[in-house]
């Protein structure tokens, strides 16, 4: 089935600015509770948030083979479950539907006004119940700093990271959407010169500036993915800010790995960007350094030139761009990483999601964390209103934004922006 939806010269009777993030050839998917306190799955064009409950419920999707509730749902994970044929179908539909030549929605006051929300009168939700969260850890760039901070420079990948996609298993329960606070977590540290731990706050609290891409059920208990087959089950991508607890990290993780300095939250965006609709900006990754073992080894175009920024907001002040990177500099795809994940014959499921890691590129100014932009806060950061950061001060926020642009066409993922609050305080 081709992708209709992605035609360039398509134009919707929706305003979008020129700018926007959601065009009509973008089309993501997520959930969001309606101004009648109804919640739903939707997508979006421009500032137009749109039911597709509501849609599907009028009979604008009669002739595709949906149930009567799959958009009346609290999450996305059944709609995934149906699959790449489907998500293609409803996709190009909603681009039908929407398109400037199409009257039959747009001269419908009534469904309109049960279809369509402003931004302002909805609130997103997560959109997705994630049953299992892996993290990996795929930047050559990313790698190699954090061994030369804390290794040799001259060996600091570990003799496994050029052979796989290195990985561990994250806490899906405390993955949240954009615009939720998150509290500094507190742990056991280490301090210099200590020869016993103490317990207390984390004082070096950090972002990591990562992507996750969201799985559709795939494989049986014993039955690997192929790396060629693997995007087939791959529904789509999010800005994901991986949150971390340096200090809290570097005492616990050997020999098993994060553990606290992980788990305390993981932000984001709400609206899941199709593989479908980021199909014009695929790109090579980089080449191997090393020969890869076979189930490894992929043919064609297999990452995205998508462009990223993370700013740095402190409270009642002006908001700094601290890092600029892109998706491309990961040094392990996707395909990889499923096919790996899944040699020993793990089971994927609708609704798992995978961090990429964090992304980071070969220039200062390109790393993914405070971690590498400060070198482990030896060259603090200032911020526009005058005051300078070594990591993340209490009632910062930080933002994520994520686009990739060719021919005049913006496909963005919008933001994940959170706060990050004092210690949790039980008696407040």
Not at 65 to 80: G, K, R
Not at 250 to 255: G, L
Not at 259 to 266: D, E, G, I, R, W
Not at 293 to 300: A, F, I, N, R, T
Request: net charge negative; hydrophobic share 35%; aromatic share 10%.
């Amino acid at each position: 089935m081709p992708i209709t939806a992605n035609n360039p010269d398509r134009k919707s009777w929706l305003h979008v600015d020129k700018n926007s993030d959601f065009p009509i050839q973008n089309l993501p998917f997520g959930v969001f509770l309606t101004r009648d306190d109804i919640i739903t799955i939707g997508t979006r064009i421009g500032d137009t948030a749109i039911d597709l409950g509501a849609l599907h419920q009028l009979g604008y999707f009669n002739d595709i083979p949906l149930t009567d509730d799959i958009f009346l749902q609290d999450s996305l994970n059944d709609f995934i479950a149906d699959g790449r044929k489907t998500w293609r179908a409803v996709r190009n539909r909603i681009a039908d539907i929407f398109d400037n030549e199409n009257d039959s929605l747009k001269n419908n006051v009534k469904h309109k006004e049960a279809v369509l929300f402003r931004l302002d009168e909805i609130e997103m939700q997560l959109p997705l119940q994630i049953g299992d969260y892996t993290d990996f850890y795929s930047s050559i760039e990313h790698a190699t700093n954090v061994g030369s901070m804390f290794r040799d420079p001259d060996n600091a990948l570990l003799p496994n990271w050029l052979h796989i996609p290195v990985g561990y298993h994250g806490r899906s329960s405390s993955i949240i959407p954009s615009g939720i606070p998150v509290h500094r977590p507190q742990g056991q540290t280490l301090p210099k010169k200590a020869k016993n731990p103490v317990f207390g706050p984390s004082q070096l609290v950090d972002f990591e500036l990562e992507m996750a891409f969201i799985t559709t059920d795939a494989n049986d208990l014993g039955e690997p993915i192929p790396v060629e087959e693997a995007e087939e089950y791959i529904f789509g991508l999010v800005l994901f800010n991986d949150w971390s607890a340096r200090d809290i990290q570097k005492w616990e993780y050997v020999p098993l790995g994060p553990f606290l300095a992980k788990n305390f939250a993981s932000s984001i965006s709400p609206w899941i960007v199709t593989l479908d609709a980021l199909e014009p900006y695929r790109v090579s990754g980089p080449k191997p350094v090393k020969k890869q073992l076979e189930y490894l080894q992929q043919k064609g175009k297999k990452s995205f030139d998508i462009n990223l920024e993370v700013a740095i907001r402190p409270k009642k002040a002006k908001e700094t761009i601290v890092s600029r990177s892109n998706f491309k500099h990961m040094y392990w795809s996707m395909s990889q990483q499923l096919a790996h994940h899944t040699i020993n014959g793990c089971p994927i499921n609708s609704g798992d999601m995978m961090g990429s890691g964090t992304i980071s590129g070969k220039t200062q100014n390109s790393f993914g964390s405070m971690l590498e932009l400060t070198w482990n806060g030896e060259k603090p950061i200032k911020m526009a209103d005058g005051s300078t950061r070594k990591f993340i001060n209490d009632y910062d926020t930080v933002i994520m934004r994520g686009f990739c642009e060719k021919d005049g066409i913006r496909i963005g993922f919008g933001e994940v922006s959170t706060q990050l609050l004092p210690v949790f305080d039980a008696k407040k």
